[in-house]
Structures are given as structure tokens and as C-alpha cells.
T-cell receptor, first 113, second 113 residues
Framework: GENVEQHPSTLSVQEGDSAVIKCTYS??????FPWYKQELGKRPQLIID?????GEKKDQRIAVTLNKTAKHFSLHITETQPEDSAVYFC????????????FGQGTTLQVKP | DSGVTQTPKHLITATGQRVTLRCSPR?????VYWYQQSLDQGLQFLIQ???????AKGNILERFSAQQFPDLHSELNLSSLELGDSALYFC????????????FGNGTRLTVT
């Protein structure tokens, strides 16, 4: 079955710096890749997603890139702020049932003021 | 607020017992998904219902069952509980049965003692 590996497990950056989180998936049939942000004790919230027919997508300070050949995708956060501190999860699924998500193990991002 | 309502917020019970977790999807959403979040397994897809019918199954134990009622609310039943079932259980909903973003509820924290 599908497996999603996420790195690093923890990431500490200085406010204003960029943060990059990387994920690798195993099933080449996967073609929908969302990213979720989960603050402590709260629900996961979708922050950005990308389909396999798109190589990159941006939303203000957040961008996601996808390399289908290598089967990996990355989350880029620029100009980080303390409120970006949270656990970030990547996930993969197949278009046609995008709710059946296989999640990575999560990255704890700490942004130091 | 995502519009997805889960009750109860917390549940403490003993091994061997049975509990029921309840979820009301966002207004207009026909799909309900159940996810389990534990420290060792991360976020795992359990099961999906669409308009009252089971649509997809994940790593759901035989001791667990779910259903979606005509009013579209869903219940997740966990029986013969074990210590390892202690986790955060999330419900999520989406408009359709595919290709729609998931909106997560705030979760039910289950503690088995």
C-alpha cells in the first residue's frame, strides 16, 4: 500500500527565515497531495494542496512543489512568523477519493522570535 | 470553526468496554471520514461513508464499526477496548465522495485505562 515518509521530524528556524519540509510517497498512482497544519490540541487544517498535473502552487508565504518522477513533494514557508509554529503533515491520496489520505509522520516546526 | 461537530470531547473508559463517538458533518456535506491519531501510528484513515453507505475502508480493526444515518450524522463504535486504542479520533467531512477538501472536527480524545 501507499507509504508517505516525511522529513525532518523537527525543524527550528529563526523568525523571518524560510522552512522546508519534504515528503516522499511510494505509490505512483497517488495524484493528490495536501498539507495540513495542526496546532497543539487542535484539529488538522488544510493549508495548501496540489494535484499531480501541477508542478508548483503558491499561496502567499506558502508554496508546494511536486516532482512526480522522483515521487516527492515539499512545503516551503517563507518569512516565517511565530504563529507558524505547529505540526505540519503531508499526505497523499488518489484523485477520485481524495479523502482517503495517507499521512506522513509530521514535522514539528518551531519559529523562534 | 470547521462546522464539523464531534461529541464527546473527552472520554475515559476501562479496558473491555464499548464506546460510541458521534460526528455531525458540515451542512451540505455528504461524506464523513473517520481518522485515528495516536503517538505511535500518526494519523490513520479508518473508514468513509457517503450518503449513508460505506465508501472506503482503511486500517479499521474488526472491533470497530461505524455507520452514517439518514440525517448524515455518523457514529464510530469501539468495542472490547484495549489500552492501545487510546487516541484522538477525528471526524472529517466533505461535500462529495471524491475530489473535495476535507474539513476536520475538533476530535474526541479517548483514554482507555
Amino acid at each position: 500500500g501507499e507509504n508517505v515518509e516525511q522529513h525532518p521530524s523537527t525543524l527550528s528556524v529563526q523568525e523571518g527565515d524560510s522552512a522546508v519540509i519534504k515528503c516522499t510517497y511510494s505509490d505512483s498512482a497517488s495524484n493528490y497531495f495536501p498539507w495540513y497544519k495542526q496546532e497543539l490540541g487542535k484539529r488538522p487544517q488544510l493549508i495548501i494542496d496540489i494535484r499531480s498535473n501541477v508542478g508548483e502552487k503558491k499561496d502567499q508565504r506558502i508554496a508546494v512543489t511536486l516532482n512526480k518522477t522522483a515521487k516527492h513533494f515539499s512545503l516551503h514557508i517563507t518569512e516565517t512568523q511565530p504563529e507558524d509554529s505547529a505540526v505540519y503533515f503531508c499526505a497523499a491520496s488518489m484523485w477520485g477519493n481524495t479523502g482517503k489520505l495517507i499521512f506522513g509522520q509530521g514535522t514539528t516546526l518551531q519559529v523562534k522570535p | 470553526d470547521s462546522g464539523v461537530t464531534q461529541t464527546p470531547k473527552h472520554l475515559i473508559t476501562a479496558t473491555g468496554q464499548r464506546v460510541t463517538l458521534r460526528c455531525s458533518p458540515r451542512s451540505g456535506d455528504l461524506s464523513v471520514y473517520w481518522y485515528q491519531q495516536s503517538l505511535d501510528q500518526g494519523l490513520q484513515f479508518l473508514i468513509q461513508y457517503y450518503n449513508g453507505e460505506e465508501r472506503a475502508k482503511g486500517n479499521i480493526l474488526e472491533r470497530f464499526s461505524a455507520q452514517q444515518f439518514p440525517d448524515l450524522h455518523s457514529e464510530l463504535n469501539l468495542s472490547s477496548l484495549e489500552l492501545g486504542d487510546s487516541a484522538l479520533y477525528f471526524c472529517a467531512s466533505s461535500v462529495g465522495d471524491s475530489n473535495s477538501p476535507l474539513h476536520f472536527g475538533n476530535g474526541t480524545r479517548l483514554t482507555v485505562t
